[in-house]
């Protein structure tokens, strides 16, 4: 070994290794891709000029240098964990925070927090809305909600699919008085259209609907919650997810056009690999799903 302290991260993800006994279960412990623990431990061999695991079909196993490493640190990480807990304050206290997006924080969840709270036993609630994802394994924050198709399965974070909303066009009963409504699917592509940060939404829903089209003209207002808007005060026409419309349609501020409703992406809880089985997580991503589920129109 070098005369260099040892490097304090590579050796929590060789506590990590040895024991989950894998160098992805490590990973997703740890809240990383897998490779970042395979250069972990590129470092420790460097540091201590010894192999401490070797890999191999059947996982990871610890060499006999490895095992004295393991002996000798083990403790001291469990021993910290332990600590942790003990001067972190009692999670009844904290409050729990969760990153959406905004669209959904502000039309959806935002008039549903008092029942969120109460189905997490009290506890308060920071909602940031954003389109940025925080990073969760250093606890930035609890969870996150987001819009997106498929994700990427080693991103060292646990994926919990939560509802596909469809999708449809709307306007406010003064803006459809005024200017009637587009007569064929292919009539949406020269009506004013409302976008939010681009006309890809537009785009992908029209081509599902059989069209082909160029680019789409109409103001661009980036979230989905101020295109809304933007239809419920007479702009134009906004291409709507069901779950952010549905109290302006009952309330008729918003008229669906027609009877084209097509899903394009999904929404996502995030959360760490480390809080995926923790009594916050559980609850939270139950309520989600059936309150989500029960605020899908049912045709």
């Known amino acids: 070994m070098n005369g260099r302290g040892p490097p304090l991260t590579a050796l929590q993800a060789f506590v990590a290794v040895a024991e989950t006994g894998s160098v992805r279960e490590a990973a997703r412990r740890l809240g990383v891709v897998h490779s970042v623990i395979g250069r972990h431990m590129k470092t420790l061999h460097e540091w201590s000029g010894s192999r401490l695991i070797e890999t191999g079909p059947s996982g990871a196993t610890l060499t006999e240098e490895g095992r004295m490493v393991f002996a000798a640190i083990g403790p001291a990480f469990a021993a910290i964990a332990r600590l ?113 940060h681009s006309d890809d939404q537009w785009r992908r829903w029209l081509q599902l609907c059989g069209e082909k089209i160029g680019p789409l003209a109409g103001p661009r207002l980036w979230y989905a919650n101020m295109a809304i808007e933007a239809a419920e005060h007479g702009q134009g026409i906004a291409l709507a997810n069901a779950l952010l419309v549905h109290e302006a349609l009952n309330e008729r501020r918003l008229i669906r056009i027609g009877e084209r409703a097509i899903v394009l992406d999904r929404y996502w809880m995030l959360v760490s690999h480390r809080r995926s089985s923790t009594p916050m997580t559980v609850k939270l991503s139950a309520w989600l799903k059936e309150q989500l589920t029960a605020s899908l129109p049912t045709s």
């Open 84 to 196: 942790g807990e003990e001067i972190r304050p009692a999670p009844s206290a904290a409050p729990i925070i969760i990153w959406c997006a905004p669209g959904l924080a502000s039309r959806w969840l935002t008039p549903r927090l008092a029942h969120l709270r109460a189905a997490l036993g009290g506890r308060e609630i920071l909602l940031r809305p954003s389109e940025q994802q925080p990073n969760l394994a250093d606890g930035e924050a609890d969870a996150a909600i987001i819009y997106a198709p498929k994700l990427d399965e080693d991103d060292g974070l646990l994926h919990i699919e939560l509802c596909a909303p469809p999708f449809f066009p709307v306007a406010s009963p003064s803006w459809i008085a005024l200017n009637g409504t587009p007569e064929s699917v292919a009539a949406f592509a020269d009506a004013p259209l409302i976008h939010e």
